[in-house]
């Protein structure tokens, strides 16, 4: 009897840790699939595909998503979910492009193709702004990616600016 006790538990021990590697193993296959996502949506934008570009960034936002109603760390929740702002404002303004090429590609851009800029800015915003007001980070790995985040933002920021002068858009000027 003691044997099948000392059995029992061990098996019992055994499905816990592999459930559990289980779970982190998923975690890891998510943040990896977000940023498989994240360099897709780079490179069809590089190719000059912006439709499929802004699908490909807008499943990475979905992705950030998960991975942050899934985390416990609140420091952890904030940077993804500025990535999914992120990657939002690179999806409304790829949209905003793609509709631009598809209506013929001659200034001034239509209402529409505006408001896409204007909401990728907001998200730029949103998402400038999470990261900004960010308690002290102590963990070095996102001290990092907040910094990358910061980047693109700035990047994107100056890429937003360009598409609205060259489509003719009103100021997308959203700043306090």
Request: hydrophobic share 45%; charged share 25%; glycine share 6%.
């Amino acid at each position: 009897m003691n044997r099948h006790v000392t059995s029992t538990l061990a098996l019992c021990l055994l499905l816990i840790a592999i459930l559990g590697s289980l779970s982190s193993a998923q975690q890891i296959g998510k943040q990896a699939e977000m940023d498989r996502l994240e360099l897709q949506g780079e490179d069809l934008a590089a190719q000059a595909d912006p439709e499929g570009a802004a699908l490909a960034f807008g499943k990475a936002a979905m992705m950030a998503e998960l991975l942050r109603r899934d985390s416990q760390e609140p420091a952890t929740q904030r940077i993804l979910q500025a990535t999914s702002y992120l990657f939002r404002a690179q999806e409304q303004s790829l949209r905003a492009l793609a509709l631009f090429e598809l209506a013929g590609g001659t200034p001034p851009a239509s209402a529409g193709v505006c408001q896409y800029l204007i909401q990728g800015n907001q998200k730029l915003h949103h998402s400038k702004d999470l990261l900004e007001n960010t308690p002290a980070i102590a963990q070095k790995e996102i001290k990092i990616k907040r910094n990358n985040l910061l980047d693109k933002i700035q990047e994107w920021k100056i890429l937003l600016q360009g598409l609205r002068e060259d489509f003719a858009c009103p100021d997308l000027t959203i700043e306090k």
